[in-house]
């Protein structure tokens, strides 16, 4: 890393995060702590984490609940990493033709 870059990542972005209230300083705490894990603890977090994201999708929105259904995957179909491959793929006309349907079925869309 530059000198410049040191400058930028020890000083100047922390300063700005305290500035703006920011959970940067957490998150980058949090990820370098990660770095000194072992492989097969990185992993079963991914893992975790990877199920966290599904079961958000598929149980708040209408739109994921349905593609996921179709692909036969569940949350609890999430068994390794490798499940990840079964998720449909999400395209710009996707997007575009659902995006309504994409949000929480908890969200206020007006305040979106």
Not at 14 to 20: D, G, S, T
Not at 45 to 67: G, K, M, P, W
Not at 103 to 112: G, H, K, P, Q
Request: glycine residues 2%.
């Amino acid at each position: 890393m530059s000198i410049t870059g040191a400058i930028i990542r020890g000083v100047i972005a922390p300063l700005w995060a305290i500035k703006e209230k920011s959970p940067y300083l957490q998150h980058l705490r949090a990820v370098e702590h990660m770095h000194r894990w072992p492989i097969e603890q990185l992993r079963e977090d991914q893992l975790n984490r990877l199920r966290s994201i599904v079961r958000h999708a598929f149980e708040q929105t209408e739109y994921y609940h349905e593609r996921l259904s179709e692909a036969g995957i569940s949350p609890d179909s999430i068994i390794t990493l490798a499940d990840l491959q079964r998720c449909p793929l999400l395209t710009k006309d996707d997007m575009r033709a659902n995006k309504d349907r994409m949000v929480s079925r908890f969200a206020n869309i007006t305040e979106l």
